[in-house]
């Protein structure tokens, strides 16, 4: 079975800081791993997803994640954070191996809240 | 359309009723998915079509809940005799492939059960 760890419910980070929002997985295979943000009441947005290739993956919005396979993350960061990053955000997995289809399954979100 | 629509956007059922929610995905897009998010959780998967095909259903939780999409397009989600615990926003989503590299996701339809 496929999963996704994101250990803090919330971020809190001043404006212009940089900013880190921690996500783990587990997969039997090759991780495909993605990042939503979810506005309130809106549906999750695409920010940035890693296939294959470098490790570091640059995304929407100016954000970008590291994906690191010893330790099983895909953290997300941003240099410089934005109060309008706020919001709450999404690590995914599947399994990259099945080929063909495989569901994606999402952690449980992580509210950023940057302080202005 | 040039985004994935879903309607309506809140629904209010009392408590045994049967509602319906539909998911009109971006044109051409193969694959759609169902997933349903309560509150202050990620969204959990429900059921997945490729095409007209319902490929996996094994996320629905119980038989009250029902997927169809019978000409590869639209696609309807079904809830009979609706129970408190049904309360969520449902989301729906589609890719242009079948692998789903990455989801477009409509706003959801808010489902509150009294």
């Known amino acids: 079975a496929q999963s996704v760890a994101q250990p803090e419910d919330q971020v809190n980070v001043a404006e212009g800081n940089p900013l880190t929002v921690k996500c783990t997985y587990s997969v039997s295979g090759n991780p495909y791993l993605f990042w939503y943000v979810q506005y309130p009441n809106r549906g999750l947005q695409f920010l940035l997803k890693?296939?294959?290739?470098?490790?570091l993956v640059k995304g929407s919005y100016g954000f970008e994640a590291e994906f690191n396979k010893s330790q099983t993350s895909f953290h997300l960061k941003k240099p410089s954070a934005l109060v309008s990053d706020s919001a709450l955000y999404f690590c995914?997995?599947?399994?990259?191996?099945?080929?063909?289809?495989?569901?994606?399954?999402f952690g449980t979100g992580t509210k950023l809240q940057v302080i202005p | 359309g040039a985004g994935v629509s879903q309607s309506p956007r809140y629904k209010v059922a009392k408590r045994g009723q049967d509602v319906a929610l539909r998911c009109d995905p971006i044109?051409?897009?193969?694959?759609l998915f169902w997933y349903q998010q309560a509150l202050g959780q990620g969204p959990e998967f429900l059921t997945y079509f490729q095409n007209e095909a319902q490929l996996d259903k094994s996320g629905l939780p119980s038989d009250r809940f029902f997927a169809e999409r019978p000409e590869g397009s639209v696609s309807t989600l079904k809830i009979q005799r609706t129970q408190q615990e049904d309360s969520a926003v449902y989301l729906c989503?589609?890719?242009?492939?079948?692998?789903?590299?990455?989801?477009?996701f409509g706003s959801g339809t808010r489902l509150t059960v009294v």
């Open positions: 890693y296939i294959t290739g470098d490790n």
């Open positions: 995914a997995v599947r399994d990259g191996n099945s080929g063909g289809y495989q569901k994606v399954t």
């Open positions: 989503a589609s890719t242009l492939d079948r692998v789903g590299y990455g989801y477009t």
């Open positions: 044109s051409g897009h193969v694959s």
